[in-house]
């Protein structure tokens, strides 16, 4: 039996109605831009298996280290213990992350970052004597499925059955040249009643609303009149973050520096799960008590653990090396290209792009999950491109290291469906 045979019997997928999509490609190895499934024929990873792997898969620098850490110290508890891995991670990310971000906190996905950004604003206040129970997301935003990320993603359309169970949210419109005086009115109005802890954002670009882009500028004005009210400023960074907006950080491009910053995704290079809330001393003081209860009594199992520091550090190492710096550059100029050539075509509504991702509006209305989603999907995949369309717009955020040909063979395919 194939490996999606047996896939089937024990099994359950995320996101997927098993009913209607019971067959799942086996991915049997990867390497650089390339997928090879079970059969061997080959994908280019447009996007990057979920915008983890952009060093590519199995990059050589990164299996050394994990794999020379692996035989040094598997995991050890975070509380009361700590190790080299851990530290010099520290280190080396103080060196890329805005400045005023000085403290870091350990979880294990993008979810649970945001979980722990939303627990520390609404203890920050706590801790200060005042109890404020809401939050201000943006319309159309994804944070996660946990239960404090769920509540804050404005994408709620399969969030039905648990929606009597979420947490009390204010929410805005994605702020706009044309809406921003009445968004700014609203989110004054909101932070008026003095009710609220935070304010949350994915900084520039909404990623799984189809990668949806706004203006720094707007959403810097937002984060200094949430100063005024002492409402902390979450960046979700977990998609935006290491590079692929072109700089470090979408937050690079913001005068008014958020308070937390949330990252996952490709923190490690995709090669283990872990994810990261960091803060500002002022956050972290907040905490800092006599008091036991005033301590953050937030913990998981393998927080820091020893392997993923060090592929988050060797991934950091890659970072800022000027081959990787190159290749960003490259990849953002290369897409320009292609935008200039494609952005007239009569099917295409709206292009957009910053760093190396680059989206594609169709002039074709589309369910998010529906058939031509799945029709699209499917002839992508035909043709040996790995690109996963979010309703009627097609992305590419592919590794930094993915080669020219590479480039070029995704927009041909993606001109010759148009
Ligand atoms: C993917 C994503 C998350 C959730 O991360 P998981 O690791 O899937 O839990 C949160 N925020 C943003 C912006 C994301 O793109």
Redesign the pocket.
């Known amino acids: 039996m194939s490996l999606q045979e047996r896939d089937q019997k024990h099994l359950w997928h995320p996101l997927t109605q098993h009913k209607l999509h019971p067959k799942h490609l086996a991915i049997k190895s990867a390497k650089g831009a390339l997928l090879f499934d079970e059969d061997g024929k080959s994908y280019i990873d447009g996007i990057a298996s ?2 983890t792997c952009m060093y590519g898969h199995c990059h050589p620098y990164i299996i050394q280290k994990v794999t020379e850490q692996l035989g040094k110290l598997d995991q050890v508890v975070f509380s009361g213990f700590t190790h080299e891995p851990a530290v010099e991670m520290s280190e080396k990310l103080m060196k890329i992350l805005p400045q005023n971000q000085q403290k870091i906190f350990f979880s294990d ?6 979980d722990v950004a939303i627990k520390m604003s609404l203890q920050y206040h706590f801790n200060q004597g005042e109890k404020r129970a809401k939050i201000i997301a943006l319309e159309d935003a ?5 239960f404090g ?1 769920m509540s804050v993603s404005g994408l709620s359309v399969y969030n039905g059955p648990f929606e009597d169970f979420l947490l009390t949210i204010d929410r805005i419109d994605v702020p706009t040249k044309e809406n921003f005086e009445t968004v700014k009115a609203q989110f004054i109005s909101f932070l008026k009643t003095g009710e609220v802890a935070a304010f949350i954002f ?1 900084p520039l670009v ?3 609303a189809a990668m949806k882009m706004y203006d720094a500028k707007l959403l810097d004005e937002l984060i200094a009149i949430a100063k005024d009210y002492n409402v902390l400023a979450i960046a ?5 973050g290491f590079g692929k907006t072109g700089k470090y950080f979408a937050s690079d491009y913001l005068e008014n520096k958020p308070d937390i910053l ?1 990252l ?2 490709s923190l490690t290079g995709g090669v283990v ?1 872990m ?1 990261l809330t960091t803060c500002t001393h002022k956050v972290y003081d907040a905490f800092y008590a006599d008091e036991i209860g005033k301590g953050f009594f937030h913990g998981h199992t393998y927080s820091a653990n020893p392997l993923g520091c060090t592929a988050i550090s060797a991934g950091i190492d890659l970072l800022v090396s000027e081959e990787m710096q190159a290749n960003i550059k490259r990849i953002e100029l290369s897409h320009q290209g292609f935008n200039e050539k494609i952005k007239a075509h009569p099917k295409v509504k709206t292009t957009r792009q910053i760093g190396v991702i680059f989206a594609l509006e169709l002039a074709v209305e589309m369910d998010r999950y529906g058939n031509l989603r799945d029709e699209l999907f499917a002839y992508f995949m035909k043709n040996g491109v790995c690109l996963r369309p979010l309703g009627n717009t097609i992305y590419i955020l592919p590794p930094f290291v993915i080669s020219d040909a590479e480039l070029q063979k995704i927009y041909e395919v993606i001109e010759n469906w148009l």
Do not use: I, L
């Open positions: 979920w915008y996905n993008g979810s649970t970052s945001v994804f944070h996660g499925d946990t990320a994915e909404q990623g799984a979700d960074e977990v998609m935006t949330c996952s995704k799960p994810a």
